[in-house]
């Protein structure tokens, strides 16, 4: 069984940075494009192809978060530079078993999920 687990996640003060780091186990197939999501938000933080680690980074995320990748180990980061306390919330990788030629960015067209991190920003 395909399972995805999240770690990174922490109490940081606002201004701070993390690295969330993502690894899929059980990949018993090659993995179409990867994801992070924050809480409910429809829409990906984040997502990354996997032929090229092509990076989209939603607008409102772009300067701050960076989507990263190791394929050889089966793992995706999300780094979180300057955080704020509004960056404060669930952040869930995702996986799909699509090969599409670009990613999508809403959660509806990802298949697997991780159990989420928690991230906590402080002023």
């Known amino acids: 069984q395909v399972q995805l687990a999240e770690s990174g996640g922490g109490s940081v003060q606002a201004g701070g940075s993390l690295r969330l780091s993502c690894v899929v186990f059980n990949a018993g197939f090659v993995f179409g494009c990867m994801g992070w999501f924050r809480q409910e938000d429809p829409e990906a933080v984040a997502v990354i192809h996997p032929?090229?680690?092509?990076?989209v980074v939603a607008d409102s995320m772009k300067g701050r978060f960076t989507i990263s990748q190791d394929r050889a180990k089966n793992t995706i980061y999300l780094q979180i530079d300057s955080l704020k306390p509004e960056d404060t919330a669930t952040y869930y990788c995702?996986?799909?078993?699509?090969?599409?030629?670009?990613?999508?960015?809403?959660?509806?067209?990802?298949?697997?999920w991780g159990q989420g991190t928690q991230v906590t920003v402080s002023t």
């Open positions: 995702a996986a799909t078993r699509s090969n599409w030629a670009s990613c999508v960015t809403h959660r509806n067209w990802y298949n697997y």
């Open positions: 032929s090229d680690g092509r990076p």
